[in-house]
T-cell receptor, first 116, second 115 residues
Framework: DTGVSQDPRHKITKRGQNVTFRCDPISEHNRLYWYRQTLGQGPEFLTYFQNEAQLEKSRLLSDRFSAERPKGSFSTLEIQRTEQGDSAMYLC??????????????FGQGTRLTVV | KNQVEQSPQSLIILEGKNCTLQCNYTVSPFSNLRWYKQDTGRGPVSLTIMTFSENTKSNGRYTATLDADTKQSSLHITASQLSDSASYICVVSARYGGSQGNLIFGKGTKLSVKP
């Protein structure tokens, strides 16, 4: 296991199209996070899972966004009817969480989305 | 409200010089604090992780300090190199009860090292 991997690395799509990103976390990690990052800004929280349960969704996650982690392993983030404002880097991270302790979170390289 | 604030927002230094980045937090109850380095267009990479009982931790030319009483952390970079040009993000983990999966991000400090 070489770390968190995200696919694709880059995606260019036309406005109005749907896109789906995939994240494969470190295998023993039970938590998986999605963040969005625009140029020059820090990562903004979107949602996170503990195993297969989606425990929290940010208000940034409009109804056009949906995330799943069906078997508690990989996760997908889908954006429907993309808008130009969705253009950003989408980062995935994973960590282990137990009895109130979060171990170190590892990040993937991100998926850069450009909506034209 | 759990918050992490970093300063300065951006910093330009000459190659070979030292610099110190600051991180203040109001996250409670505190679990740990991490510094990440993020190169442009890439995901953040961990530099250090510090728990409540640790005051100082080094990773090569990077030295992080933590004062849990004042809820402040610093990242000191010694003898800077051009490859240190990146954004440095402070992330504080709440022990429980927090939002965002208990990981609270600062907005980062953008460091530019010039020759």
């Amino acid at each position: 296991d070489t770390g968190v991997s995200q696919d694709p690395r880059h995606k260019i799509t036309k406005r109005g199209q749907n896109v789906t990103f995939r994240c494969d976390p470190i295998s023993e990690h039970n938590r998986l996070y999605w963040y969005r990052q625009t140029l020059g800004q820090g990562p903004e929280f979107l949602t996170y899972f503990q195993n297969e349960a989606q425990l929290e969704k940010s208000r940034l996650l409009s109804d056009r966004f949906s995330a799943e982690r069906p078997k508690g392993s990989f996760s997908t983030l889908e954006i429907q009817r993309t808008e130009q404002g969705d253009s950003a880097m989408y980062l995935c991270a994973s960590s282990s969480h137990y009895t109130g302790v979060n171990t170190e979170a590892f990040f993937g390289q991100g998926t850069r989305l450009t909506v034209v | 409200k759990n918050q992490v604030e970093q300063s300065p927002q951006s910093l330009i230094i000459l190659e070979g010089k030292n610099c110190t980045l600051q991180c203040n937090y109001t996250v409670s109850p505190f679990s740990n604090l991490r510094w990440y380095k993020q190169d442009t267009g890439r995901g953040p990479v961990s530099l250090t992780i510090m728990t409540f009982s640790e005051n100082t931790k080094s990773n090569g030319r990077y030295t992080a300090t933590l004062d849990a009483d004042t809820k402040q952390s610093s990242l000191h970079i010694t003898a800077s190199q051009l490859s240190d040009s990146a954004s440095y993000i402070c992330v504080v983990s709440a022990r429980y009860g927090g939002s965002q999966g208990n990981l609270i991000f600062g907005k980062g400090t953008k460091l530019s090292v010039k020759p």
